[in-house]
Every structure is written in C-alpha cells, then in structure tokens.
C-alpha cells in the first residue's frame, strides 16, 4: 500500500493519499440549494474514513443549470453559510474538500428546474428529449461570470478547491464535443473554439479566486456516442486545458447518450478506463485523476504503481464503505465492506443515495450503531444476507447472539445471484459478513434448522426469522416431468442441464440463469410472460445482460404463457396463439418464489419478541433483507 498512500499534490492542495471520492449525486440538499445536516454528516463520515480528498457533487452554478432536484448551490451569497460549516467539519476531521461546479446544459428539462434548458446549440439530450436554446453570446459570457462567482464563494466558504464538470455531457462538456457543439462563431468549429467556454471559465476563476486556488477539470476521456469526443481528441483538450491553468484532470467517460458506461455495473471490468488516464498523462504534467469500477484498494495501489494516474477515484466503493482508507491502511483488507456493482441503492429506479451493502451510508447520525442498555440472548433462523446483517449489528451491541442456519453454508439466495457471468462480487460481501461473524463471536450453527424446541429449550430474549423463499411452482400440465428443475437448483449445482435449455420466466432470475447457461455452451430459449424480459433489474444493469443474452444467441419469447410441459417442448400461447417450443432436454423454471415463514408462525404469541424479516416477510431483493436485518439488529 506503499503507493496509494503516499502524499501527493493537486496546486495548493496538500493530499495525504492517493484516494479521492469522487463527486456522487446524492440528493441530500434543499430545493433551494442550501446544505443539510444530512449532508454534512454524510461528507464527514468519509473523512473520518480517511480519504484524502472528497469532491462533492454538482454545485449549480445557475439554478437554470440544475440537473437533479435537491443537489447544492453555489449561485448565491446566500448558500455560503452552511457550507462554511461543512468544510469546517471535514476539515476537523483531517480531510480535504472541493466543490464540483457544473451546469446541466441541455441533460435537463423544464420539470425539473422551471425553464427551458440551454445549450451551445438548439440540439435536444437524446435521453431527456427537450429542445433546448441556444445560448447568446452574451448568455455564455455571462455563465463564465457565474462559473467563476461560484469558485469564489466555494473559497470563501473555505474548500480547498473546485472541479468543473467538463465530463458526461453536462454543459461545459456540451461546448467541448462536436457531438453538441454545431456552432460557427468563437464558441464553435475547430477543437481550440470549442474548448474556448472552458478555458475561460479557468481564467474567471483564477481571476476571482486566485492563482494559487486549485482547479481541477473533470473530461470524458471518451464519450462513446456517434461524433464524440475520442480519446485523441480528449488527449488534446487536456494539453490546453493544463495551459489555461488546471491543476489536474479528472479522466471519466461517456455523455448522458452512453449513461450505463458512467455508472458501469459489475459486467464492465475493473478499472475499464484506466488507459485513457495513461493517455492523458502522457500529455499532462499535472496529477491525472482516473475513475471506473475501482473498488478494491490492491487494485488502486496496481493503478499506482504503474503509473496510468497519480490518484484513484472511488466512487461507489466509498458507499460501501466510508471507511475503506483506514481499514486498507491497517491492512484489514477483509473488513472492507466491497462494492459489488449492483446500483441497486447507489442509482436503483426506486432509490438513490444508498447502498445496499451498508444501510448507515447516507444515514450517518439515523442509523449509528450504539451498544445495547442491556445484553439479551439472540436466535436467528436463516444464514441469508438480512439473518447476518441483524446477527452482525445485535453481535456489535454487545448481545449474545445465536444464528441458525439449515444448509451447510452461509448466504442464501444471495449466495446463488453470485453464479451468472460477471455477478461473482456478490460472494465478497457474503465473505464479508461470514468473517464479521467469527470476529464478533455470533454462534453460527450450520446443518441446523431452528425449531420451536430449541426455542423452548434456549429460552431467547429475541428471535429473528429470516428464512426466506423458496421457488414457486405452480399448476401446470407436465410441470413435475424429471427434466423440469428450478433455476435455483441449477445456479446451485444441484441439477444436471442438457444441451437445449427453456427457461420459463424472463425476469431478473430467468435471465440471469438463461445468461449462465448460455455462456456454459448450452442452447437457450426464454419464454416471459410480459412484454419486456428482466424488467425487474436496473437499467445499466439490463443493458448489459441484453447484450449478452444477444451474443449468446438466446431467444426471447414475449407475451408468452405456458400451458404444457410435453416431451417434445414446451407449448405456450404467443400473443394469444399456442406455439409449440422446443426440442428440448430441459425446462428451468424462473417463475417466481414464495415466503418461507413457517417457523414465525408457530412462535405468534410465544415469544415475547419476534421479527420476520426479508423474504420470509415479503419476496423482495437482497437490498430490502439487508435493511431490515440492519434495523432490526439496532431495535433489539
């Protein structure tokens, strides 16, 4: 860790170590653009953490600029105050701090902010679809003001520095591309014009905030859309940038027209755009920041070592755990909480600002593990990620705790979603969990299942069920034939496949396994009921399992029931027409699973205080059993 956690500069920015969290939208503020406690505490907790420098996300610098509803703001005096706190706080803690300034552009809409979005020129985002205006001469000149208004209230409210977003296709990144960028005056036509937004916001701030203020320039190394910016484009950009006077550049990729690639899911290998950082190194003499499914700190430090960046983003892997520096520091690399690339908390559909590995995140002050008045005798039937999570939360309280699990190993259902390709990260956080259970010294009881005598005999304070679900089967014709197996069966290794596969159900499940097996060599087909196949997965998510479902030849039936499970097929009515599907050696059923909670309701009314949790309270994902066993480990 030699590397990583050296000192190193940016300007004026003294940084103990290599490891920055990078600017993350977390939606914490007020409508208005002022801080919240929230905040604060959230930032705090990662400088506790050790990180050596924390960029915060998306400072407007025009509420006509706003992107997302609740981010902060830096367009008035009046936003100053409570950030003076939050940089005083972070500060205390040993940390460093700098502002992300930036402006949507054209990747917003009138719903959100109240106005028609702007833009270099009349050219709507493909993703939010709003012809935006084309900015006046005057209107972007007036916008460098207001870039360089921000820097000096993010100084008087005592950052260290700022970032200016010129990556993802935000406004200043708009004017850069000749992706969004069609005009012919000053602001348009060769790369030199277009960068020509950019560097005068530099010199506006340098001008306000002065010389020796950092600035810091976020660029997407590769915006992965028709017309964008390469590589080489992004290597020459960087060259001017450094002589209108960054301090260094922050290497991203993508536009809001390739967004699953800023976010990467755990189907994008690790530290994918490394060698775009290389690149600009080779051009720069300022730190080069790289960014991109980073989440292990041995693989910052190979980063490091060999030179592609002189610091490492992570993002997501600061979600997981805020306090991954300290820990890597000491060498306790296995109580490192580890990101797993799910977006399921972090950039869910339902959710954001979270992770689901580690409820506390965003939650700081709310969700505090504080030890218990009084210690109590725990049972906890089921080793599934919500039964651990409570074990490890009541075990770190000081109670006395008891886990019950009736297989031979720990992880449940979880433990199977780690099966399909590029899903493996899912048994780092079930290792995780084992090894905080012999650390805490929770009694683990494997092969065993709880039942009411042992209740009755144990004499517990709190049960927990936590038992989870189990395949759902349901009535049809043909559905109890030897080559008919569950997709849980399979994923476990439970049950031998042939060559031809169906799988029945196209959800998260069905897909996934359908993925597994094709990339196993098998021949596979999925029939789904609805109209849309993994509808229930997040959509980088998707994107990437779509793709490799079409690589892998897979076909998808859609609008599809089954009817009948016969020797030669499956048949199954198609948009209200019965089909015969098939040949085929086996049928994988992918139709959903049911709660297991018999042992809950046998203990109603003997117990004095009992929880169901997870799957055996409702089929849900892995995301609400974690919660639930977090919270229920803080009630005991």
Not at 20 to 36: K, L
Not at 192 to 205: D, K
Not at 395 to 415: I, N, W
Request: proline share 4%; hydrophobic share 40%.
């Amino acid at each position: 860790m030699k590397s990583i956690f050296s000192t190193a500069e940016i300007g004026t920015i003294k940084v103990k170590n290599r490891l920055i969290v990078p600017a993350m939208v977390m939606g914490f503020c007020n409508a208005d653009g002022t801080i919240t406690d929230r905040f604060v505490a959230y930032h705090a907790g990662k400088a506790r953490g050790g990180w050596g420098l924390i960029i915060t996300e998306d400072y407007a610098v025009d509420p006509r600029g706003l992107g997302n509803l609740r981010i902060p703001g830096l367009w008035n005096d009046e936003q100053v105050q409570g950030n003076i706190r939050l940089t005083e706080e972070v500060h205390k803690l040993g940390g460093k701090i700098a502002a992300q300034l930036y402006h949507a552009g054209r990747q917003t809409n009138s719903g959100i902010m109240g106005a028609q979005p702007v833009a270099p020129s009349p050219l709507p985002c493909p993703v939010m679809q709003e012809m935006p205006h084309e900015l006046t001469i005057n209107e972007i000149q007036d916008l460098v003001e207001k870039f360089g208004d921000s820097a000096k209230r993010a100084k008087d409210a005592g950052f260290d520095g700022v970032e200016i977003h010129g990556g993802h296709g935000y406004l200043v990144a708009q004017f850069i591309s000749a992706y969004s960028n069609k005009r012919t005056d000053v602001y348009g036509g060769i790369l030199f014009n277009r960068l020509r937004f950019a560097t005068e916001i530099i010199a506006n701030i340098k001008k306000k905030a002065g010389d020796k203020f950092p600035v810091i320039f976020r660029l997407s190394g590769k915006e992965m859309v028709p017309g964008g910016m390469t590589i080489e484009d992004s290597k020459a950009a960087a060259m001017i940038l450094e002589q209108a006077g960054a301090d260094a550049i922050h290497v991203s990729v993508g536009t809001y027209g390739s967004r699953f690639f800023i976010i990467p899911p755990a189907a994008v290998e690790h530290g994918w755009i490394t060698d775009l950082a290389a690149e600009i190194k080779k051009v720069v003499s300022i730190p080069v920041i790289t960014v991109g499914r980073i989440n292990d700190p041995l693989i910052a430090e190979g980063i490091i070592r060999s030179g592609k960046a002189d610091f490492i983003a992570m993002g997501r892997a600061s979600l997981a755990d805020p306090d991954l520096p300290r820990k890597a520091a000491r060498g306790d690399f296995d109580d490192i909480i580890p990101c797993i690339g799910c977006l399921q908390g972090c950039w869910g559909k339902n959710s954001r600002g979270r992770c689901i590995l580690n409820p506390r995140t965003g939650k700081e002050k709310q969700n505090a593990i504080i030890p218990a008045n009084k210690v109590r005798k725990v049972l906890i039937a089921g080793g599934g990620p919500g039964g651990m999570e409570t074990a490890i939360v009541a075990a770190k309280r000081g109670h006395e705790v008891h886990l019950y699990e009736k297989t031979g190993s720990l992880g449940g259902q979880f433990s199977l979603a780690a099966v399909p390709p590029s899903k493996g990260e899912i048994s780092s956080f079930i290792a995780w969990q084992s090894s905080q259970l012999v650390k805490l010294g929770v009694k683990v009881n494997l092969d065993t299942e709880l039942t009411e005598e042992i209740v009755s005999a144990e004499q517990p304070d709190a049960v927990v069920v936590a038992t989870g679900s189990r395949p759902l089967i349901p009535d049809i014709p043909g559905i109890n034939r030897k080559n008919v197996v569950t997709a849980q069966d399979v994923l476990a290794g439970q049950s031998e496949v042939g060559r031809r596969v169906i799988v029945a159900g196209g959800g998260m499940i069905g897909a996934e396994t359908a993925s597994y097996l094709a990339n196993h060599g098998k021949q596979v087909a999925i029939i789904e009921m609805s109209s849309v196949a993994a509808d229930d997965e997040e959509a980088a998510v998707k994107y990437f399992l779509m793709d490799d479902l079409k690589k892998n030849n897979v076909k998808i039936y859609l609008n599809a029931v089954v009817k009948t499970i016969e020797e030669e097929g499956v048949i199954a009515f198609i948009d209200d027409e019965e089909k015969l599907i098939g040949p085929v050696d086996t049928v994988v059923l992918a139709l959903g699973v049911e709660s297991v909670n018999i042992l809950g309701l046998r203990l109603q009314d003997k117990v004095d205080e009992l929880y169901v949790i997870g799957d055996a309270l409702q089929c849900r994902k892995a995301t609400e059993a974690i919660e639930e066993g977090y919270h229920t480990g803080l009630m005991i």
